[in-house]
């Protein structure tokens, strides 16, 4: 199989995303020292073969930090994605296949969503249930919801004209049996992809709202959260700032050469090996 | 010297080569014909003329216009391609852009040419449209009239050559044989030469003095059309003539004379979405048909693209419904999509595009068996022993039924949508275009299929088509439709013999001669 070469970017992608989901669940069993472990004796250490990454103002081990944060975002991110994708799609479905009132209905509802922008969501969640990592999730999570179903209705009423469509509801099957059986996996593919990139999207997000003190509280931690703690002494300490930073650059990027690359190897069109070309 | 040498051209995606060793030359003047089916290569071999390949193909071999190589690089290509070639492309409405003025268009491409200059009334006379034709947008032309506009754009530049790619195969047959003639006068009065591609023997054989036929990438059989067409050398050649001429299936089982299908005045009103609903007056697609189809009869329903048999079709096959009239079935009453659930069984459809009609996603014994959800007494081994017969009835053997519907061809795809429409064991079966996508050398074959199936099952069939050749192979009555309404009926012999309703003529008049 030659298909890794045609496709660098996903492989890259997906390889550098995998080892920071890796990293993340390391630190569920294992991170060199506690997080929770404050001794400001050992504070503002640089990288050394102690503290890998040196230690924070409260004399945390930076390395353990940023394991247990990337753990944090991931989670938050993915769990989002999970409330976008499990409500979004079958809403995007219901509308492609039933249409009309039902359509409208989800269409007025996603620009409902949309108008409001994550952080305000966030806002409000807050002032009603607290800042926590949990709101974070419901906050971003909401904001996924129009997103996936505004992908899963396109992509189903591109495949709704199609004939085999038509032969199903020769065949007696009603709108849902056909939004379920033949629409459904033929959108997957547009949904994985959508989802890998909900999923940076949602990890930038996450860092936002813990930046702001909306999302993760202390004693956990998230990258976004590291960065707030790091900004008072972003001049004399940069490292501290900078860590989490491109930490959080480095996520984003990957998760999103790999949905670039998902999309590209999926696109039939780009699919070069067992393609008819241009054949009348 | 010929205007255009191309020799020994390839044409291969990374190792697979879809053009090997093609070479032929065009004298100025001459009408040189490409003959090939889906695949064969003949597009491509056009686009490497024109150097339009697509990104990844890679290119070996010569191609000279009067003697000189053409130039690899794009920007000179680009110019010479607008000064000596002109094109014209398969599908009219996506090579016009939908935003511009026809007349704007026809300007540009003047304008592109530093030649001499052309006004863009005289290209629309030259192509026979009317000038006033200037200010429209495509969408507001006729399939045939964007083609004339197409050709127009190609002739801007005074070329030596026109290169049309399948020019006719997106228009009904009237239209066609306008073109069709359109672009010989063109040839002649200006001398030019024309390098045109076609599955369509017929349409090669009434334009082209010489031909060539094209198979898997290779140049089989090349020389004047007289003498290929009346002595091929080549089988395969031989076999694609042979294909082209439908024989008729034979006598069929004679209908018993009892009514198994009854339409009472159907009509049906589109209404275009819009705020001001009330105000625009409906589409009428199907206006007024009333007919009758007996038990064990072929009733074909032959029109021009968007006189509404499609529609109709959907209408008896219960995806959409009428607005007004009503349908009998087997003493049923319904209107469409209130067809009863214990009828449809009884009535199933075979689609137009056999690459549409099948989910990617599922195997062939799911797509073939669903509809048997329709009969749910069946134990499961009943269900599979269906699928099987259904598909063995058809040709295909049942160890294909665990693949993939992108595995197979557009013959054998078309195959399985009518063992599809057959595992319910139905009395009528509407066939909408059956065999309009498919290659020449299946179109027999699946006629074939049909007839004899007839003969088996005891079927009646609907047939909607356009192809006047196709129909009289097959149908016991000819329904002519148009402008929604049936205007003429009668047996294949009486309305070929003596067309009397003017669309009739026209029809019977356009008919392509039968090649040698």
Redesign the interface.
């Known amino acids: 199989m030659t298909h890794w070469r045609l496709h660098p970017s996903l492989w890259l992608g997906l390889g550098a995303g995998l080892f920071f989901a890796l990293l993340a669940l390391v630190s569920l069993v294992w991170t060199p020292f506690p997080i929770e472990e404050i001794n400001i004796g050992r504070r503002f250490q640089g990288p050394g073969p102690v503290h890998w990454l040196g230690t924070d103002h409260l004399g945390r081990d930076m390395t353990s930090l940023i394991m247990a944060g990337t753990f944090t975002s991931f989670l938050v991110s993915a769990l989002a994605v999970a409330i976008g994708a499990g409500i979004g799609v079958p809403l995007g479905l219901l509308a492609a296949s039933w249409g009309g009132v039902p359509e409208w209905l989800v269409l007025r509802f996603s620009d409902f969503l949309f108008a409001f922008p994550a952080i305000i969501v966030a806002i409000l969640i807050t002032a009603l249930f607290g800042p926590g990592a949990i709101n974070a999730v419901l906050a971003i999570g909401i904001f996924n919801i129009p997103v996936f179903a505004r992908v899963a209705r396109g992509g189903a009423l591109s495949f709704k004209t199609l004939d085999f469509i038509a032969a199903a509801r020769l065949a007696g099957m009603g709108n849902g049996e056909i939004a379920f059986r033949h629409l459904l996996p033929n959108i997957m593919s547009l949904v994985i992809v959508q989802g890998t990139i909900q999923l940076s999207l949602g990890i930038l997000a996450e860092a936002g709202l813990s930046y702001v003190g909306l999302g993760t509280q202390p004693p956990a931690t998230s990258l976004g959260l590291m960065l707030r703690d790091a900004q008072g002494v972003f001049l004399i300490h940069p490292w501290l700032s900078v860590l989490p930073g491109l930490s959080i650059v480095a996520i984003v990027i990957a998760l999103n050469l790999a949905g670039d690359g998902l999309r590209d190897a999926i696109d039939p069109r780009l699919r070069a090996e067992s393609g008819t070309y241009g054949a009348a | 010297m010929a205007l255009l040498e191309v020799d020994n051209l390839s044409v291969r ?2 190792k697979r080569p ?1 053009v090997a060793g093609v070479s032929f030359a065009i004298e100025r003047g001459e009408r040189f014909g490409i003959i090939g089916e ?7 071999t056009a ?1 490497a003329i024109t150097g339009l390949l ?1 990104d ?2 890679r290119q070996e071999g010569d191609i000279r216009l009067d003697g000189e190589p053409l130039p690899r690089a794009e920007k000179p290509m680009a110019r010479l391609r607008g000064k000596r070639f002109g094109i014209v492309f ?1 599908e009219p409405m996506t090579a016009l852009n939908p935003l511009m003025r026809v007349g704007e268009q026809i300007a540009e491409a003047v304008r592109l040419n530093q030649g001499p200059q052309a006004g863009v009334p005289q290209l629309l006379q030259e192509v026979g449209l009317d000038p006033a034709h200037a200010r429209r947008f495509p969408h507001q032309l006729s399939g045939g009239q964007r083609q004339r506009v197409m050709i127009a754009m190609a002739l801007a530049s005074q070329p030596d050559m026109l290169i049309a ?2 020019p006719t ?1 997106a228009l009904d047959l009237i239209t066609q044989k306008r073109v069709l003639d359109l672009i010989a006068e063109i040839c002649t009065r200006r001398q030019m030469a024309l390098l045109f ?1 076609s ?1 369509d023997l017929k349409a090669v054989a009434a334009l082209c003095s010489r031909v060539a036929v094209m198979h898997d990438g290779k140049l089989i059989e090349a020389g004047p059309a007289d003498a290929v067409f009346r002595t091929p050398q080549a089988d395969y050649t031989r076999r694609l003539i042979a294909a082209s001429k439908l024989a008729s299936a034979g006598p069929a089982r004679r209908p018993d004379g009892e009514t198994l299908l009854e339409a009472r005045g159907l009509v049906r009103d589109y209404r275009h979405n819009g705020f001001w609903r009330w105000q625009e007056k409906p589409l009428r697609a199907v206006d007024g048909v009333s007919f009758s189809l007996s038990r064990g009869e072929c009733v074909a329903l032959v029109g021009p693209s968007g006189c509404g048999k499609t529609t109709l079709a ?1 209408i008896i ?3 959409d419904s009428a607005s007004g009239g009503e349908l009998v079935f087997e003493g049923e009453t319904y209107h469409g999509r209130d067809l009863p ?1 214990g009828q ?1 069984r009884d009535l ?2 075979v ?3 056999p690459f ?7 195997t062939i014994a799911q ?1 073939v068996g ?5 009969l749910p007494d069946l134990s499961p081994m009943d269900r599979h022993q269906r699928v099987v017969e259904a598909v063995a009835a058809v040709g295909l053997d049942a160890g294909m039924l665990e693949r993939y519907p992108h595995e197979f061809s557009g013959g054998q795809r078309q195959r399985l949508a009518i063992a ?1 429409a057959l595992v319910t064991r139905p009395k009528l079966v509407v066939l909408d275009e059956p065999v309009s996508a498919l290659d020449v050398s299946v179109r027999g074959e699946v006629l074939a299929l049909l007839a004899r199936l007839r003969e088996e099952y005891g079927l009646s069939y609907l047939c909607i088509s356009h192809d006047l050749d196709m129909v009289r192979a097959i149908a016991d009555r000819i329904l002519v439709m148009e402008a929604g309404r049936i205007v003429e009926e009668g047996t294949p012999e009486t309305l070929f013999a003596q067309p009397q309703h003017r669309l009739t003529r026209e029809l019977v008049a356009a008919r392509l001669p039968d090649v040698a």
Do not use: W
């Open positions: 995606f990374g879809v889906s695949g064969s290569g003949k597009t491509l686009m697509p990844g193909a398969q790619d399948e195969s591609i599955h959907r096959a219960g995806l659930r449809r199933s459809l689609f137009q595009d549409g009609s099948f989910n990617p996603r599922q797509s669903e509809p048997l959800r329709l599809r």
